[in-house]
């Protein structure tokens, strides 16, 4: 299955590090795990710090940084994607799930600190919000939360044990 990520880096940074496969290898396991059998398309843009927290602001009124945000162009529930319900790119016939913005700045502060370097906080942050575009949400400590943060806990296992060393 084809799916598509449309990247925009609003900022530079971090050497050589491709997000791009990251995030594609991310975005992948994610759909697979959630038995998406449709070709998706997400748009992502690379910020920094500043640019997350203007848009933080601007579209939540926080008036902080913060490591992803996600834009869905769906409302799904939690598990319940529906392809025949979901918007179209009219030139691909891509189900259209939304939009994500993640700083890589707090992705490499992050990766440091959690102790997993940034590669791995990427491609996190991509399975965080990409759950997010498919309805899953984690406003309170209660039930979402938990369902959340177990499918992120089995998709980074995925992930992580088809890693290339």
């Given at each position: 299955m084809k799916h598509k990520v449309y990247l925009t880096r609003e900022k530079r940074g971090l050497g050589q590090l491709s997000a791009r496969l990251l995030i594609v290898r991310a975005l992948n396991a994610a759909l697979l795990a959630e038995k998406i059998e449709v070709p998706c398309e997400v748009s992502v843009l690379l910020t920094d710090d500043e640019g997350i927290h203007r848009l933080n602001k601007e579209f939540r009124n926080v008036d902080s940084a913060t490591d992803v945000l996600s834009f869905p162009a769906n409302e799904f529930a939690a598990g319940g994607f529906a392809?025949?319900?979901?918007?179209?790119?009219?030139?691909?016939?891509?189900?259209?799930?939304?939009?994500?913005?993640?700083?890589?700045?707090?992705?490499s502060s992050q990766g440091e600190e959690f102790g997993h370097g940034t590669k791995r906080e990427i491609q996190y942050l991509t399975v965080h919000s990409v759950l997010h575009l498919l309805g899953y949400d984690h406003v309170d400590e209660g039930e979402g939360k938990r369902v959340m943060r177990e499918r992120e806990k089995e998709i980074m296992a995925r992930i992580e044990g088809v890693r290339e060393e």
């Open positions: 392809p025949e319900l979901a918007e179209r790119n009219p030139k691909t016939g891509r189900a259209v799930l939304g939009d994500m913005a993640l700083s890589l700045e707090r992705a």
